[in-house]
């Protein structure tokens, strides 16, 4: 007995330290940040998420991007109005919506559909069906519109020579001397259909909240590098309501889609001045990315899912030759995309680095001079611009600006430097954390140690 007791008063520490471990490692990442902006001023917030912050994505409200979302839509008194990809894994945001239509809320919605009318996110079908008919639409008769075109698309390129064998090329100048790169394969591409691929919610008609991160584990939730902004300005909600109702009232979205008043400067106060673009009606990249590029005169810093648009690429190499710093944090699999122009602009003196975050680098930001940035839902390449369902903001306010600045330089200065030299794999040893987050991040079928890249 005696021996009993002695063999207890020593398991029983060792097994209360042993489920006080396992306890902390369960729940060692579900930790919930606050709502607080990382920069804040009288008509805009800013919640930056950030990829080194957490090793998986999470399947609940985490980020304080997440959380103020979820306050708004709790808060919420006359209307939820919004425009998104879809919603997956994230149900706290669902539920949320659907009490805030329970006590009166007015919540209406548009998202993606493909030719099957179907969303790829996984809860998308059932927030549609608990809101009820005609409360969530999508842009299905659009993408039927577009598969129709497919044919004739086909056609045109079958006309021009490309399915026997002869290559497409771009050209650019750099340093006086013109240059032609290929830049498609043999083949010709399928054609383009345009997504709802916006990102924002319109909250009582004078809140919106929006950015470049989609309402997902990996996206809202905390895995993948993203960007929010939320403007405490009912003439910016309106904006945005102009292009909502578009869509929701008149189901016109892609192409079909009216030139709307956005793109005006709206000052808000004599630190503030705000564009707001919606693709593809109102031409962001001629009427407002350009102009600002154009008007550098220190640096342009670039955070960029995709960068495939061959436009701004010469825009960035003229810039970057009259002296201007340009710099360039690219995601592994947007360099892994054939149509890539990183190489381009590394071939011009740009410095770019591909990511080796777990997640992805899913911005589509610049900032210029500490005067203005930008931030929204469209990647800088061409379908974005010409076909998908996009929103950008150019924001003119020193404060933020700079905060911006600061978190590109957090990010730059964590990649190391054989990233300026490497093309990262999206999946792999390289890529910290890819192996075993649960996720196929280069979207090969295979993910964590299934992946060969992870043998």
Same mark, same amino acid.
């Given at each position: 007995? $005696? &021996?009993?007791? #002695?063999?207890?008063?020593?398991?029983? !520490?060792?097994?209360?330290?042993? /489920?006080?471990? +396992?306890? =902390?490692? $369960? &729940?060692?990442? #579900?930790?919930?940040?606050?709502?607080? !902006?990382?920069?804040?001023?009288? /008509?805009?917030? +800013?919640? =930056?998420? $950030?990829?080194?912050?957490y090793k998986k994505p999470a399947k609940y409200c985490r980020t304080s991007a997440c959380q103020?979302? +979820?306050?708004?839509? $709790?808060?919420?008194?006359?209307?939820?109005?919004?425009?998104?990809?879809?919603?997956?894994?994230?149900?706290?945001?669902?539920?949320?919506?659907?009490?805030?239509?329970?006590?009166?809320?007015?919540?209406?919605?548009?998202t993606d559909a493909d030719k099957y009318n179907k969303n790829m996110y996984s809860d998308t079908e059932n927030l549609i069906s608990i809101l009820g008919k005609g409360r969530i639409k999508t842009d299905f008769l659009t993408t039927k519109r577009l598969e129709s075109l497919k044919e004739q698309y086909l056609a045109s390129k079958?006309?021009?020579?490309?399915?026997?064998?002869?290559?497409?090329?771009?050209k650019y100048i750099i340093e006086g001397k013109e240059i032609s790169i290929k830049t498609v394969s043999k083949e010709p591409l399928p054609i383009q259909e345009g997504i709802m691929h916006n990102k924002y919610f319109i909250l009582d008609k004078d809140k919106v909240w929006t950015g470049s991160t989609n309402i997902s584990s990996s996206g809202i939730g905390g895995y993948n590098s993203n960007v929010v902004a939320v403007f405490k300005s009912k003439k910016i909600a309106d904006l945005?309501?102009?292009?909502f109702n578009q869509m929701y009232d008149s189901e016109l979205f892609s192409k079909w889609k009216h030139p709307s008043f956005a793109n005006e400067k709206v000052k808000l106060n004599d630190d503030t001045v705000v564009s707001v673009y919606f693709c593809p009606q109102d031409k962001p990249l001629y009427k407002g990315i350009k102009p600002i590029i154009?008007?550098?005169?220190?640096?342009?810093?670039?955070m960029a899912f995709y960068f495939t648009d061959r436009y701004m690429t010469q825009y960035l190499i003229n810039t970057k030759e009259r002296g201007v710093d340009v710099k360039l944090i690219l995601d592994a699999n947007g360099a892994a995309n054939y149509y890539s122009k990183h190489h381009i602009l590394k071939r011009a003196g740009i410095e770019v680095k591909v990511e080796n975050f777990g997640g992805k680098m899913h911005m589509k930001s610049m900032v210029i001079d500490d005067e203005v940035f930008v931030l929204g839902s469209m990647n800088f390449t061409k379908t974005a611009r010409t076909k998908n369902n996009e929103n950008i903001n150019i924001i003119w306010n020193k404060k933020e600006a700079k905060a911006f600045k600061g978190h590109f330089v957090y990010l730059w200065e964590k990649l190391p430097k054989k990233c300026l030299y490497e093309d990262i794999k999206p999946e792999g040893f390289e890529s910290i954390g890819s192996c075993d987050d649960g996720i196929d991040n280069d979207h090969d079928g295979y993910f964590d140690k299934k992946d060969y890249d992870c043998q």
């Open positions: 007995m $005696n &021996n009993f007791k #002695k063999i207890s008063l020593v398991l029983l !520490p060792l097994l209360v330290l042993l /489920f006080s471990i +396992l306890f =902390f490692l $369960n &729940n060692a990442d #579900k930790s919930t940040e606050e709502p607080v !902006p990382n920069v804040s001023t009288e /008509f805009i917030d +800013l919640y =930056f998420i $950030n990829p080194i912050k103020v979302l +979820l306050k708004e839509i $709790n808060n919420a008194q006359e209307s939820i109005y919004f425009a998104i990809y879809g919603i997956s894994n994230q149900p706290e945001i669902f539920k949320a919506l659907i009490n805030a239509q329970k006590r009166g809320v007015e919540v209406k919605g548009v079958k006309r021009k020579g490309i399915f026997k064998g002869n290559p497409e090329y771009s945005y309501l102009q292009d154009d008007s550098a005169k220190e640096y342009i810093y670039i």
